[in-house]
Nanobody, 120 residues
Framework: QVQLVESGGGLVQAGGSLRLSCAAS????????MGWYRQAPGKQRESVAV???????NYADSVKGRFTISRDNAKNTVYLEMNSLKPEDTAVYYC??????????????WGQGTQVTVSS
């Protein structure tokens, strides 16, 4: 069973910065994709920044130039550096992972979520 442990988040003023981290542990043969998603009150969950299996990185248009995703493959960890935060970035941020087990079965896993609140 795979676990995702998130850290970071909190309350920050507009224009400020925060850094999120997410570490995956468990029986992972290969990570297909890993990244960050968010869900604001009354809205659907959306992709924020994700590493795909092809090695590409996809950012939501709303965060391009402000957010940067990075990873430490040896630790199965991804980070999200969030700069120039805006009130509209307020949401619960989730780490999401798609991985292949040693039995070649693909699973999705989600972190517990971490609240990011940006005050104006």
């Amino acid at each position: 069973q795979v676990q995702l442990v998130e850290s970071g988040g909190g309350l920050v003023q507009a224009g400020g910065s925060l850094r999120l981290s997410c570490a995956a542990s468990g029986s992972i043969f290969r990570i297909n994709s890993m990244g960050w998603y968010r869900q604001a009150p009354g809205k659907q969950r959306e992709s924020v920044a994700v590493f795909s299996s092809g090695g590409t990185t996809n950012y939501a248009d709303s965060v391009k130039g402000r957010f940067t995703i990075s990873r430490d493959n040896a630790k199965n960890t991804v980070y999200l550096e969030m700069n120039s935060l805006k009130p509209e970035d307020t949401a619960v941020y989730y780490c999401g992972l798609t991985y292949l087990t040693y039995r070649y079965v693909v699973y999705d896993s989600w972190g517990q979520g971490t609240q990011v609140t940006v005050s104006s």
